[in-house]
Nanobody, 123 residues
């Protein structure tokens, strides 16, 4: 499984961005999600979505501002980020896990990682 992220960039506080992740290979039954790593910080969970798309999970820091979704037929996942803040500045990684529910990703159990896309939010 290969994961390729896109959509990062430089924006101002309050702006929106949508990240995309396209998966190649067999991901049938896999949950997917996003992690991020800010400058000088550890990598942290951001959001996860189940295989069916029916269950989603978010870090407290992004609840109400970010929305995760997926188009299973296109092997594509999205992260809509609204009302961005400077503290959202990070390298955002797409991830996938063989468990279908998404709960494992929320617990930082991940099978596959993408290379990351940079999001920078200026104040």
């Amino acid at each position: 499984v290969q994961l390729v992220e896109s959509g990062g960039g430089l924006v101002q506080a309050g702006d929106s961005l949508r990240l995309s992740c396209v998966a190649s290979g067999t991901i049938s039954g896999y949950s997917m999600g996003w992690f991020r790593q800010g400058p000088g910080k550890e990598r942290h969970f951001v959001a996860a979505i189940s295989w069916s798309g029916g269950s989603t999970y978010y870090a407290d820091s992004v609840k109400g501002r970010f929305a995760i979704s997926r188009e299973t037929a296109k092997n594509t996942m999205y992260l809509q980020m609204n009302n961005l803040k400077p503290e959202d500045t990070a390298l955002y990684y797409c991830v996938a896990d063989r468990a279908a529910s998404g709960q494992s990703i929320a617990a930082s159990i991940v099978d596959y990682w993408g290379q990351g896309t940079q999001v920078t939010v200026s104040s």
